[in-house]
């Protein structure tokens, strides 16, 4: 039974337009975290901060007046945007999320709301239309990180416990309202928002107005995809309203996690947004720990599409503009992946089969093909498929070489489906993908 709220979801399901839609399908992102953390290079003064760079600013070898000089130096001589956007191309994006503003506050377009932006930089231009241009003209979507967290702003607050921090606070909603405002008037291109930092009492309190200002920003933008870490309802449910309906148009909750099965997802929309390094969005000088490669992040983009989602890859570029080659290495070894096998990711969604120890399964859902995304080939050589009663298989074929003529054996039937063994000729030695019409 559910209960009438005022705040809460503003519809049920799935959203249906073609903009949407084209959401769905994309499959892979990039995320791109670049801002005057970077830098920094995750150093201080000679000292090495194991944390995530774009939290340097909060560490108490930092004073707060230093941090909030950087900017004076940020001059990228290597940001090319151009360059980026065509290097996400021939990796095989087909969306990106760019930090605007990240929780330090300062601001890659020269906002009319604040001085702490690129405006008084000696750079001086606005990198957010550079890059919104840059990827557009590659067919590339963009979309705007935006941190409700403003350490910068002086009405910011994580609680409000005084009148005076409640007076304060609705300067910054104001700030933030008029900051939303006028990204979808300067860069209308953009497809939506990526909000963060959303999880402050003093947000999360804020109901009715997030509810207004959402409504506002989708009249202004018809079409805007917002997930679901913009707003709370008025018991502070955040994601999930208190009726559990996802609030928003696709679940933001999976920051450097997947889920493990179908049934994690409940039927929603969602993102994955992950990091190369363990745990760090901004350029560092010493990423530490584990270091995900190409196979890795292959197979992570695979078994999102495979349960619905989008997988979004994580770049930090470096403080003059161009990416480290740790990356550049990542993107050219996706890029050869997917130059043959994006057939597998795009247009694709759950194919409804039995998930498989060897790997993912995904559906087009224009043509209707099945592709068998094989990370870990059984020593039998033999693929283990599932179908359910009513499937039968007409052809099976390798992806990279089309006339492949597999050996398929029917091993087992009853009223839930048949089961049947697609014969490997050889153990492949990268994933590998059979498409089963
Ligand atoms: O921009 C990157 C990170 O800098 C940023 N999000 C990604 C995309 C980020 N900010 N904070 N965090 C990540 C970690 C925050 C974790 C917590 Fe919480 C916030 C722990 C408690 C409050 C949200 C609410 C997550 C768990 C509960």
Redesign the pocket.
């Given at each position: 039974p559910s209960t009438y709220l005022k705040y809460g979801t503003h519809r049920l399901g799935k959203r249906p337009d073609p903009l949407m839609q084209r959401w769905r399908d994309y499959g892979f992102g990039q995320f791109i975290?670049w801002g005057a953390f970077a830098i920094t290079e995750g150093q201080w003064k000679g000292k090495n901060y194991p944390g995530?760079t774009?939290?340097i600013s909060t560490w108490n070898e930092v004073s707060k007046n230093e941090y909030e000089s950087l900017h004076k130096q940020f001059d990228p001589k290597e940001f090319n945007a151009t360059a980026w956007a065509r290097q996400a191309k021939e990796m095989g994006v087909q969306y990106m999320i760019f930090t605007t503003k990240?929780?330090d506050g300062f601001c890659l377009w020269p906002s009319k709301y604040t001085n702490y932006t690129i405006a008084n930089s000696p750079y001086k231009k606005d990198i957010v239309e550079e890059v919104v241009n840059a990827y557009d003209k590659e067919g590339i979507d963009v979309y705007l990180y935006f941190s409700i967290i403003d350490w910068n702003h002086p009405g910011y607050r994580v609680a409000l416990k005084t009148d005076a921090d409640k007076k304060s606070y609705e300067q910054f909603k104001t700030f933030t309202a008029n900051q939303l405002k006028e990204l979808l008037h300067r860069y209308p291109k953009t497809k939506g928002f990526w909000f963060?930092?959303t999880?402050d009492q003093a947000w999360i309190q804020q109901a009715g107005f997030t509810d207004s200002l959402e409504r506002e920003l989708r009249e202004l933008h018809p079409g805007l995809i917002i997930g679901s870490r913009f707003r709370a309802d008025e018991y502070g449910r955040r994601h999930f309203d208190s009726n559990g309906d996802l609030m928003g148009d696709y679940e933001q909750g999976w920051?450097r996690k997947l889920p493990e099965s179908i049934e994690d997802v409940h039927g929603n929309d969602w993102d994955c947004?992950m990091t190369v390094p363990e745990n760090k969005?901004g350029y560092h000088s010493d990423w530490g720990g584990h270091v995900k490669t190409s196979v890795e992040l292959i197979e992570m983009m695979a078994r999102s599409v495979s349960l619905d989602g989008n997988f979004v890859l994580n770049f930090g570029p470096k403080p003059q503009g161009n990416m480290r080659p740790e990356e550049n290495k990542l993107a050219k070894e996706i890029g050869a992946w997917m130059k043959i096998n994006h057939e597998a990711i795009y247009d694709c969604d759950y194919a409804g089969l039995e998930k498989q120890d060897w790997g993912y399964i995904t559906r087009n859902n224009k043509t209707g093909k099945y592709y068998l995304i094989i990370f870990n080939p059984p020593v039998s050589g033999a693929v283990r498929l599932k179908l359910l009663p009513g499937m039968g298989i007409k052809k099976v074929y390798d992806l990279k070489n089309l006339d492949t003529n597999y050996n398929i054996e029917e091993v087992y039937k009853d009223n839930k489906g048949t089961e049947y063994f697609i014969h490997l000729k050889n153990n492949p030695t990268e994933p590998k993908v059979i498409v089963m019409e």
């Open positions: 975290h995530a774009e939290f990240h929780h963060d930092g999880w920051e947004v969005w």
